[in-house]
């Protein structure tokens, strides 16, 4: 059996987005700026994905410009106001994508001041930090909606009425959150608001960054003025068409996909946590409903993953081993765990696709995978 | 990333355990960086007779650890001595260079393993 467990790392794309998209590589090819009718059929295409991303998050189509992915998205929101102020004072998190922390540490070196705010043992942004951390020269506040790895769904309502209140730029990173738990950017009073469609059963190299309408940032790439001059390029229409769809589909389908992967996903964590020294990380409710992420005491994350991989089951670790620089997760860091307990660390992700058949299988398999490598283990108890 | 080789030990490594009375142990690495390894030795005629290990790490570890178990089986102490890093990866059809230094602990850990033998012996 073969069971995908890895959806925070990407989706499938939905059969039905494929089909959308198909005719706008061979077809419907023309470029948007065209004014034949090749370019208007492209350029209808792309208006038409752009009200169908609005909607999904409460937008007026004209607040949501096109971009290659969650990473760029983020790039152009935090240095568009970067570049646009020329100095100032950031506020993130210590557990942010690397897309958005990465980008704030270049920053850094660029001369702004950055405040990388701590979060509890359960991955949670405090407001009240938020507010104590803000200075007259604050211009932008950066925090995830929901984190990547442990899953836990940052307050950002809250911190929302406070970069309100204090008149400075809020942006989230949402792409793990957008598609999974409703996300109304009037509602919580979004500045700017980046997504991605791979995420959510679209295609890879396309995203969307939702900029409210009076928000100005400066362009940080430069060329034939798409997207008003945000995001030049001649647009990827096919992936933009995937991305619409698939918001579409998004929107139709949450709910009930949400209640569905949320009680396969309490059935799994319920279970895992019967084994002898396994832990949740994350917060126990305020998760994404298809987040699952562990801790097991003595097993090295790189050793179970390939374990589970050999029964067929695809996850991810926070371990140092697995990853490319080998140092264990941040987010891990950060919740408090040390490097050892960090190493021990499985997140597995639900998807649309996932039946409570193979979450069964997972049950059955993941025991006697974790006794294998405890067995072999000079940290495991006697 | 691994060679089938690497894959295979880790699938099934050989010589996994501990030896209760073993003649020595070498225990080698740091669970912060990941790898702890721990290799028990018997001797029996100046020769390894029996040499087990205990590993908390990656496919790399876990892999190291068993070949080096299976490299050292029956070798005099000199010769056991000798094997180092570079055979033990080599025997591996090779290993992805970040991990050629972390992970690549095991033949350490067997000339810790050694050392201990040789100087509880000499307080005999």
């Known amino acids: 059996m073969r069971v995908y467990l890895d959806h925070a790392a990407t989706t499938p794309v939905d059969e039905k987005v494929l089909e959308e998209m198909l005719p706008y590589f061979t077809k419907k090819y023309g470029n948007a700026s065209s004014l034949h009718s090749f370019g208007r059929e492209a350029r209808d295409a792309i208006e038409r994905s752009r009200e169908r991303v609005a909607e999904l998050i409460g937008a007026e189509s004209e607040e949501i410009i096109f971009t290659a992915g969650g990473t760029e998205s983020d790039n152009i929101a935090i240095k568009g106001i970067a570049f646009r102020k020329g100095k100032g004072h950031i506020i993130t998190s210590q557990i942010e994508h690397p897309a958005v922390m990465a980008t704030c540490q270049h920053l850094e070196k660029k001369g702004f001041d950055v405040t990388y705010l701590p979060v509890d043992k359960y991955g949670m942004v405090s407001p009240e930090d938020v507010e104590n951390a803000i200075r007259d020269d604050t211009i932008l506040i950066t925090i995830m909606h929901a984190n990547n790895e442990i899953g836990t769904v940052e307050p950002i309502e809250e911190i929302a009425k406070i970069a309100r209140e204090n008149e400075i730029v809020f942006h989230t990173d949402a792409v793990q959150s957008v598609g999974k738990i409703p996300v109304n950017v009037k509602r919580i009073g979004m500045d700017m608001l980046s997504i991605s469609a791979h995420k959510i059963y679209g295609p890879k190299g396309v995203g969307a960054l939702y900029i409210k309408k009076g928000t100005k940032i400066e362009a940080i790439i430069h060329g034939g003025g798409h997207e008003k001059g945000l995001r030049p390029s001649t647009e990827n229409v096919p992936g933009i068409v995937g991305l619409g769809k698939a918001c579409e589909l998004a929107e139709k389908r949450m709910e009930e996909d949400m209640k569905r992967m949320q009680r396969l996903r309490d059935k799994l964590i319920k279970s895992v946590l019967e084994i002898e020294e396994s832990y949740l990380n994350g917060h126990p409710e305020k998760r994404l409903p298809n987040n699952a992420h562990f801790r097991f005491a003595a097993v090295e994350g790189e050793s179970l993953i390939l374990s589970l991989d050999d029964k067929g089951i695809a996850g991810s670790t926070g371990s140092a081993c697995s990853s490319k620089k080998l140092k264990p997760s941040h987010v891990l860091m950060a919740i408090g765990l040390n490097e050892v307990q960090a190493h021990g660390s499985l997140r597995l992700t639900l998807g649309r696709e996932n039946t409570e058949e193979e979450i069964d299988y997972v049950i059955e398999v993941l025991p006697p995978i974790l006794e294998k490598l405890r067995a072999m283990s000079p940290l495991w108890k006697r | ?124």
């Open chain 2, 1 to 124: 990333m691994y060679s089938d080789k690497v894959i295979e030990h880790f699938r099934n490594p050989r010589n996994m355990g501990k030896i209760e009375d073993a003649d020595g142990v070498g225990e080698v690495g740091n669970p912060v960086c990941g790898d702890l390894m721990k290799i028990y030795i018997k001797v029996k005629d100046g020769k390894i007779e029996d040499v087990k290990f205990e590993t908390f790490g990656c496919a790399a570890a876990i892999a190291t650890s068993s070949m080096v178990t299976e490299l050292a089986k029956g070798k005099s102490i000199e010769e056991a001595m000798k094997i180092g890093r570079d055979d033990v990866a080599r025997e591996l059809d090779g290993l992805p260079p970040i991990k050629m230094h972390c992970s690549n602990l095991a033949s350490d850990g067997l000339k810790e393993a050694i050392k201990d033998y040789l100087s509880k012996r000499g307080r005999e």
